[in-house]
Protein backbone atom coordinates (compact mmCIF):
# COMPACT_ATOMS: atom_id res chain seq x y z
CA UNK A 1 0.00 0.00 0.00
CA UNK A 2 1.26 3.78 -0.91
CA UNK A 3 0.15 6.93 0.76
CA UNK A 4 1.25 9.56 -1.47
CA UNK A 5 0.98 13.30 -2.30
CA UNK A 6 1.92 15.58 -4.96
CA UNK A 7 2.10 19.13 -5.55
CA UNK A 8 3.00 21.38 -8.97
CA UNK A 9 4.42 24.93 -9.33
CA UNK A 10 3.79 26.73 -12.43
CA UNK A 11 7.24 27.60 -14.34
CA UNK A 12 6.09 28.94 -17.37
CA UNK A 13 2.63 29.21 -19.71
CA UNK A 14 3.79 25.71 -20.81
CA UNK A 15 6.33 24.33 -18.19
CA UNK A 16 5.37 22.59 -14.72
CA UNK A 17 7.57 21.60 -12.02
CA UNK A 18 5.86 18.49 -9.91
CA UNK A 19 6.99 17.02 -6.44
CA UNK A 20 5.76 13.84 -5.57
CA UNK A 21 6.27 12.17 -2.28
CA UNK A 22 4.78 8.25 -1.51
CA UNK A 23 4.41 6.42 2.46
CA UNK A 24 5.17 2.78 1.11
CA UNK A 25 4.20 0.01 3.26
CA UNK A 26 4.95 -3.21 2.53
CA UNK A 27 4.18 -6.79 4.06
CA UNK A 28 5.71 -10.07 3.46
CA UNK A 29 5.34 -13.17 4.16
CA UNK A 30 7.95 -15.98 4.27
CA UNK A 31 6.84 -19.34 3.77
CA UNK A 32 8.93 -22.00 5.28
CA UNK A 33 7.88 -24.69 4.05
CA UNK A 34 8.90 -24.40 0.75
CA UNK A 35 12.08 -23.38 1.95
CA UNK A 36 15.63 -24.79 0.43
CA UNK A 37 18.78 -24.49 1.68
CA UNK A 38 22.38 -24.92 -0.24
CA UNK A 39 24.11 -25.35 3.31
CA UNK A 40 22.88 -27.82 6.04
CA UNK A 41 21.42 -26.38 9.41
CA UNK A 42 21.97 -22.65 8.18
CA UNK A 43 20.94 -20.88 11.19
CA UNK A 44 19.45 -17.99 9.55
CA UNK A 45 17.43 -20.05 7.36
CA UNK A 46 16.04 -23.32 10.08
CA UNK A 47 14.83 -20.59 12.14
CA UNK A 48 12.25 -20.35 10.00
CA UNK A 49 12.25 -23.48 8.28
CA UNK A 50 8.95 -25.73 8.59
CA UNK A 51 6.53 -22.53 9.56
CA UNK A 52 5.38 -18.94 8.88
CA UNK A 53 7.01 -15.48 9.11
CA UNK A 54 5.96 -12.39 8.58
CA UNK A 55 7.74 -8.86 8.29
CA UNK A 56 6.17 -5.17 7.70
CA UNK A 57 8.39 -2.99 6.02
CA UNK A 58 7.97 1.05 5.57
CA UNK A 59 9.62 3.30 3.62
CA UNK A 60 9.49 6.52 1.31
CA UNK A 61 9.09 7.31 -2.37
CA UNK A 62 10.80 10.44 -3.82
CA UNK A 63 10.06 11.83 -7.54
CA UNK A 64 10.57 15.40 -9.53
CA UNK A 65 9.89 15.79 -13.21
CA UNK A 66 9.87 18.75 -15.53
CA UNK A 67 6.54 18.33 -18.07
CA UNK A 68 5.58 20.06 -20.75
CA UNK A 69 3.06 19.14 -23.90
CA UNK A 70 5.92 17.82 -25.83
CA UNK A 71 8.53 16.66 -23.77
CA UNK A 72 9.42 15.65 -19.95
CA UNK A 73 12.33 14.82 -17.41
CA UNK A 74 11.80 13.35 -14.54
CA UNK A 75 13.92 11.29 -11.66
CA UNK A 76 12.04 9.24 -8.66
CA UNK A 77 14.02 7.02 -5.93
CA UNK A 78 11.98 4.16 -4.51
CA UNK A 79 13.13 2.71 -0.95
CA UNK A 80 15.18 5.77 0.31
CA UNK A 81 15.15 4.40 3.69
CA UNK A 82 16.71 0.86 2.35
CA UNK A 83 13.55 -0.59 4.54
CA UNK A 84 15.45 -0.31 8.08
CA UNK A 85 11.62 0.86 9.16
CA UNK A 86 10.78 -2.71 10.12
CA UNK A 87 9.17 -4.84 12.42
CA UNK A 88 7.59 -8.56 12.78
CA UNK A 89 9.79 -11.45 11.82
CA UNK A 90 12.70 -9.78 10.49
CA UNK A 91 14.03 -12.25 7.66
CA UNK A 92 15.56 -9.31 5.61
CA UNK A 93 18.45 -7.31 6.41
CA UNK A 94 17.58 -4.52 3.83
CA UNK A 95 15.38 -3.60 0.75
CA UNK A 96 17.69 -2.18 -2.24
CA UNK A 97 17.57 1.91 -2.82
CA UNK A 98 16.70 2.20 -6.84
CA UNK A 99 16.49 4.99 -8.83
CA UNK A 100 14.52 5.67 -12.38
CA UNK A 101 15.64 8.30 -14.83
CA UNK A 102 12.90 9.22 -17.63
CA UNK A 103 12.54 11.43 -20.50
CA UNK A 104 10.34 11.66 -23.10
CA UNK A 105 9.45 13.77 -26.34
CA UNK A 106 6.70 14.06 -28.91
CA UNK A 107 5.95 16.72 -31.76
CA UNK A 108 3.44 16.15 -34.87
CA UNK A 109 5.28 15.65 -37.68
CA UNK A 110 2.64 16.58 -39.92
CA UNK A 111 -1.43 17.16 -39.14
CA UNK A 112 -1.65 12.93 -39.04
CA UNK A 113 1.70 11.71 -38.15
CA UNK A 114 3.20 12.45 -34.28
CA UNK A 115 6.46 10.82 -33.14
CA UNK A 116 6.77 10.20 -29.74
CA UNK A 117 10.34 9.17 -28.17
CA UNK A 118 10.71 8.31 -24.66
CA UNK A 119 13.71 6.87 -22.12
CA UNK A 120 14.29 5.17 -18.89
CA UNK A 121 17.19 4.56 -17.12
CA UNK A 122 17.00 2.53 -13.73
CA UNK A 123 19.92 1.48 -11.36
CA UNK A 124 19.08 -0.75 -8.55
CA UNK A 125 22.27 -1.81 -5.71
CA UNK A 126 22.51 -5.14 -6.40
CA UNK A 127 21.45 -5.19 -10.40
CA UNK A 128 23.18 -4.00 -13.63
CA UNK A 129 21.85 -0.55 -14.38
CA UNK A 130 18.83 -0.87 -17.34
CA UNK A 131 18.50 1.32 -20.02
CA UNK A 132 15.22 1.27 -21.97
CA UNK A 133 14.48 3.39 -25.39
CA UNK A 134 11.29 3.30 -27.58
CA UNK A 135 10.04 5.25 -30.15
CA UNK A 136 6.40 5.32 -31.63
CA UNK A 137 4.54 6.74 -34.44
CA UNK A 138 0.88 8.15 -33.72
CA UNK A 139 -0.72 7.98 -37.01
CA UNK A 140 -4.43 9.06 -37.85
CA UNK A 141 -7.39 6.63 -39.24
CA UNK A 142 -10.87 7.43 -39.34
CA UNK A 143 -11.38 10.01 -36.73
CA UNK A 144 -8.58 9.67 -34.34
CA UNK A 145 -5.09 9.11 -33.64
CA UNK A 146 -4.22 5.54 -32.77
CA UNK A 147 -1.18 3.71 -32.06
CA UNK A 148 -1.86 0.29 -34.00
CA UNK A 149 -5.30 0.89 -32.83
CA UNK A 150 -8.76 2.75 -33.65
CA UNK A 151 -11.19 4.81 -31.78
CA UNK A 152 -14.49 4.95 -32.09
CA UNK A 153 -16.24 8.08 -30.69
CA UNK A 154 -15.02 7.38 -26.26
CA UNK A 155 -13.71 3.96 -26.85
CA UNK A 156 -9.85 3.24 -27.77
CA UNK A 157 -8.29 -0.25 -28.85
CA UNK A 158 -4.66 -0.70 -29.21
CA UNK A 159 -2.04 -2.92 -29.21
CA UNK A 160 1.61 -2.80 -28.17
CA UNK A 161 4.80 -5.48 -29.18
CA UNK A 162 8.03 -4.86 -27.64
CA UNK A 163 11.38 -6.61 -27.95
CA UNK A 164 14.35 -6.40 -26.15
CA UNK A 165 17.49 -5.45 -28.17
CA UNK A 166 20.01 -6.93 -25.75
CA UNK A 167 19.50 -9.39 -23.24
CA UNK A 168 17.74 -8.11 -19.98
CA UNK A 169 17.30 -8.76 -16.42
CA UNK A 170 13.54 -6.85 -16.29
CA UNK A 171 12.54 -7.87 -19.60
CA UNK A 172 14.23 -11.05 -20.79
CA UNK A 173 11.60 -12.00 -23.25
CA UNK A 174 8.84 -10.31 -26.34
CA UNK A 175 6.22 -9.16 -24.38
CA UNK A 176 2.23 -8.04 -26.30
CA UNK A 177 -0.09 -5.65 -24.67
CA UNK A 178 -3.75 -5.31 -25.81
CA UNK A 179 -5.10 -2.85 -24.35
CA UNK A 180 -9.33 -0.83 -24.56
CA UNK A 181 -10.01 1.82 -22.67
CA UNK A 182 -13.36 4.19 -22.39
CA UNK A 183 -13.96 7.33 -21.77
CA UNK A 184 -16.97 8.16 -19.23
CA UNK A 185 -18.90 11.78 -18.91
CA UNK A 186 -17.32 12.95 -22.09
CA UNK A 187 -19.21 16.08 -22.44
CA UNK A 188 -18.61 17.17 -19.03
CA UNK A 189 -14.40 16.15 -19.56
CA UNK A 190 -15.30 18.68 -22.45
CA UNK A 191 -16.98 21.66 -21.03
CA UNK A 192 -13.89 21.25 -18.52
CA UNK A 193 -11.46 21.11 -21.39
CA UNK A 194 -12.62 23.84 -22.98
CA UNK A 195 -12.48 26.23 -19.84
CA UNK A 196 -9.28 25.03 -18.63
CA UNK A 197 -7.43 25.23 -22.49
CA UNK A 198 -9.11 27.83 -24.43
CA UNK A 199 -11.55 29.96 -22.32
CA UNK A 200 -10.29 33.12 -20.55
CA UNK A 201 -11.33 33.53 -17.11
CA UNK A 202 -13.82 36.77 -17.99
CA UNK A 203 -16.45 34.35 -20.09
CA UNK A 204 -19.96 34.97 -20.70
CA UNK A 205 -21.62 31.87 -21.20
CA UNK A 206 -25.23 31.57 -23.29
CA UNK A 207 -27.15 28.43 -23.12
CA UNK A 208 -29.31 28.21 -25.78
CA UNK A 209 -29.39 31.78 -26.67
CA UNK A 210 -29.82 32.67 -23.24
CA UNK A 211 -26.89 34.55 -20.99
CA UNK A 212 -26.54 32.36 -17.97
CA UNK A 213 -23.89 33.18 -14.74
CA UNK A 214 -21.20 31.12 -14.04
CA UNK A 215 -22.89 29.96 -10.79
CA UNK A 216 -25.61 28.89 -12.37
CA UNK A 217 -24.29 26.87 -15.15
CA UNK A 218 -23.36 24.10 -12.56
CA UNK A 219 -27.03 23.23 -12.70
CA UNK A 220 -27.04 21.94 -15.70
CA UNK A 221 -25.67 17.98 -15.91
CA UNK A 222 -23.22 16.92 -18.30
CA UNK A 223 -25.99 14.48 -20.66
CA UNK A 224 -28.34 17.55 -20.97
CA UNK A 225 -25.36 19.10 -23.06
CA UNK A 226 -25.36 18.65 -26.76
CA UNK A 227 -22.61 20.99 -27.94
CA UNK A 228 -20.09 23.25 -26.84
CA UNK A 229 -18.29 26.42 -28.51
CA UNK A 230 -15.91 29.37 -27.90
CA UNK A 231 -15.84 32.56 -29.50
CA UNK A 232 -13.22 34.83 -28.48
CA UNK A 233 -14.58 38.19 -28.71
CA UNK A 234 -15.13 41.22 -26.31
CA UNK A 235 -18.81 41.17 -25.32
CA UNK A 236 -20.73 43.77 -23.60
CA UNK A 237 -23.91 42.33 -21.19
CA UNK A 238 -25.39 44.65 -18.42
CA UNK A 239 -22.64 47.27 -18.74
CA UNK A 240 -19.65 44.89 -17.95
CA UNK A 241 -16.93 43.32 -20.66
CA UNK A 242 -16.38 39.31 -20.70
CA UNK A 243 -13.43 38.24 -23.36
CA UNK A 244 -15.27 35.39 -24.38
CA UNK A 245 -18.55 33.61 -25.30
CA UNK A 246 -19.07 29.78 -24.49
CA UNK A 247 -22.23 28.89 -26.21
CA UNK A 248 -23.52 25.36 -24.70
CA UNK A 249 -26.29 23.97 -26.35
CA UNK A 250 -29.10 21.64 -24.90
CA UNK A 251 -30.50 18.75 -26.09
CA UNK A 252 -34.19 18.81 -27.11
CA UNK A 253 -35.50 16.09 -24.65
CA UNK A 254 -34.72 18.41 -22.03
CA UNK A 255 -36.97 20.82 -20.50
CA UNK A 256 -35.30 24.47 -20.69
CA UNK A 257 -35.83 26.02 -17.44
CA UNK A 258 -33.10 28.44 -17.30
CA UNK A 259 -32.65 31.00 -14.03
CA UNK A 260 -34.41 33.40 -14.29
CA UNK A 261 -31.78 36.62 -14.51
CA UNK A 262 -31.86 38.99 -11.96
Known amino acids: M ?5 TRVQI ?10 GLNINSVRLDGTQLTTEQANDPTVMQYFGG ?4 NILDLNLGLSLTHPNYYVSYGVHNVNQGR ?3 GDIFMEKKPMVGIAQAGYRNSLTPNLDVIVNGMWRTQSNLPANIELNTKLYF ?7 ELGFLMKSMRLGYVYERPMLKSYLLPNTTHELMLSIGLFTKAQEVKKTQESSVPE ?11 KDSDLSKITADQIES ?3 IKRDTLIDNRRYDAQLFVRLKKIYPKELPKKD
Not at 2 to 6: E, I, K, P
Not at 52 to 55: L, S, V
Open 2 to 6: VLSYS
Open 52 to 55: FAKM
Open 12 to 21: SKSAQLRLGA
Open 140 to 146: TILSGSE
Open 228 to 230: VNV
Open 202 to 212: NVAYIVDGKFM
Open 85 to 87: MSS
